[in-house]
């Protein structure tokens, strides 16, 4: 299997991440009034979970390099969109959630799906070396 449409999936989530955290990090003021949400009562709950999306990215542009080698990262990427998606779309049809959060909720569902996708193409790709080192 080739790995090169694994790498490609690896830097791409790792540039939208980046872009995502650093909008959220300088301007989630500007954002939350373009879209007409209320903020929280502090930047920290926006800014904390923006640094973490950033290092995601660093993760994800790191694992581009050798996927075989940092496939868990592929893993921690699939826990972490699905963790996004599943609470947006838990609040979206159990009481709402602003629409500015749709949009990335169904990107996720997309990275979710390509991680897996890739984990299991990896580990496939992985699987023979492991067996002969074992051996």
């Given amino acids: 299997m080739k790995l090169s449409w694994i790498k490609l999936v690896l830097a791409a989530s790792g540039i939208y991440d980046a872009v995502i955290g650093a909008a959220f990090v300088f301007g989630a003021s500007a954002l939350f009034r373009a879209f007409h ?3 929280p009562n502090h930047d920290g709950y926006i800014r904390f979970p923006a640094l973490v ?3 995601f990215a660093v993760m994800f542009f790191r694992a581009a390099a050798d996927p075989a080698a940092r496939r868990d990262v592929l893993l921690y990427g699939a826990a972490l969109k ?3 998606f599943g609470l947006v779309f ?3 049809f159990h009481g709402g959630v602003p629409a500015m959060w749709i949009p990335f909720a ?3 569902v997309a990275f ?3 991680f897996v996708m890739g984990w299991r193409g990896v580990s496939k790709v992985s ?3 492991r067996q002969a080192v074992l051996r």
Avoid: G, K, R
Wanted: no cysteine.
């Fill in 37 to 39: 949400v209320t903020p």
């Fill in 53 to 55: 999306l950033i290092i």
């Fill in 82 to 84: 699905l963790s996004y």
């Fill in 90 to 92: 838990w609040y979206y």
């Fill in 106 to 108: 169904w990107a996720d």
């Fill in 112 to 114: 979710f799906t390509l």
């Fill in 127 to 129: 699987e023979p070396v």
